[in-house]
């Protein structure tokens, strides 16, 4: 049996600001862009990993959901509690630099872990835990 990743989700709350930052800064492509009762989801993803696929997705996919639950969707994703992704790179230096001279926020530098990486973060414009690593050569 193989099984293997093909899609994650990343809530949003802004479909074009996400867009700008994650095809524009991040260099993902633009895979889709659907639309559904008021809801928007798009998909992007690497151009070297065409099977895999990252969906940016409303905070809360539920047309049914309530006032009260949106609201607190709405609050986890202002503390960027709600998701996190993390990126492998074969150059966490170069990734910073992109990243940060286009606005990124910025939560941790580049630096070398003792787990074998090295690696940087940010949030993304909804405030999404954003990692980048590269294995460490040994």
Known sequence: ???RLSQCFIAVDDHDRAIAFYRDVLGLEVRDDVGFEG????TVG???QPDVNI???PPLADPNASPADRQA???LMAKGLLRGVIFATDDCDATFERVSTAGGEVLQEPMDQPYGVRDCA???P????LRFTQPLVK
């Open 1 to 3: 049996m193989d099984i």
């Open 39 to 42: 809801m928007r989801w798009v």
């Open 46 to 48: 690497a151009p070297s």
């Open 55 to 57: 969906v940016l997705e």
């Open 73 to 75: 969707m709405a609050e």
């Open 122 to 124: 940010f949030r993304d």
């Open 126 to 129: 909804s405030g999404n835990l």
